[in-house]
């Protein structure tokens, strides 16, 4: 996800946000199906592969010195995750909800292969990550908690929203502790946070796992004034 949280809601300035063009032949793009609880890769692995996520939501993480989880980025359909470090991952990347996704050589960022559409799509979503870091930065720095929060749901609708009338139901799949480790937050400033917002009315938690979002107005107010 490549969620970000900028200001400007465009749909989640994921990393990538990309249009996808047609595919080599499923021999050079083999697709991995990924289990709820298992790692696709691991900090420090060898990035053989980058990934294209076809289902499933991933989660990114890092462990801080000081042994505090950090969760960078959660990967959604269409965001391409694993760019490396060098010639190793840097994040750990586990599956919070089964998954499907494409395995890229990771040389296919270092030469064309014959595949131009593919290497152009590759080094744009490697753009992509950069900004898209950038902004997740300024949010942990800047936002207060309600903003934080309150962005985070907006991202989450663009990305997989469905619309029921005059509002929108969105899976979240990720735990509250997912939640604070990616937003800056303790796991009480976020339930106390979704707990304003329900109580004026500009959400309903329908499952621990689905939001409603009532006003969307309310929201993007919500995401844009500090506490």
């Known amino acids: 996800m490549y969620v970000t949280l900028s200001n400007e809601f465009t749909p989640a300035v994921k990393v990538p946000e990309i249009q996808l063009c047609p ?3 499923a021999a050079q793009t083999p697709r991995k199906r990924q289990a709820v609880g298992t790692h696709l890769f691991r900090e420090g692995d ?3 592969h980058i990934y294209e996520i076809t289902s499933g ?4 993480t890092r462990v801080l010195g000081n042994g505090r989880r950090q969760v960078i980025a959660f990967g959604l359909p269409g965001d391409i995750i694993g760019f490396p470090n060098g010639a ?3 994040s750990d990347c586990e599956a919070i909800e089964a998954a499907e996704v494409i395995a890229h050589r990771r040389h296919s960022l270092d030469d064309f292969g014959g595949d131009n559409d593919k290497h152009k799509r590759l080094l744009n979503a490697a753009l992509r990550e950069i900004s898209a870091m950038q902004d997740h930065f300024m949010m942990l720095a800047r936002k207060s ?9 907006i991202t989450l609708a663009e990305r997989n929203g469905r619309s029921i009338g005059n509002h929108t139901t969105c ?3 990720m735990t509250r502790g997912d939640i604070a480790d ?12 979704l707990t304003r917002l329900r109580k004026q009315d500009i959400i309903a938690l329908e499952t621990s796992q689905t939001v409603l979002i009532k ?13």
């Open 88 to 90: 190793l991952h840097h």
């Open 57 to 60: 939501v991933f989660r990114l």
């Open 145 to 153: 908690a309600m903003e934080k929060l309150a962005s985070f749901l």
């Open 46 to 48: 060898i990035a053989h």
């Open 182 to 193: 990616f937003l800056g937050l303790t796991i009480e400033t976020v339930s106390r946070t």
């Open 215 to 227: 006003d969307m107005d309310a929201l993007i107010s919500a995401s844009q004034a500090a506490d």
């Open 171 to 173: 899976a979240l799949p």
């Open 23 to 25: 595919r080599a032949p």
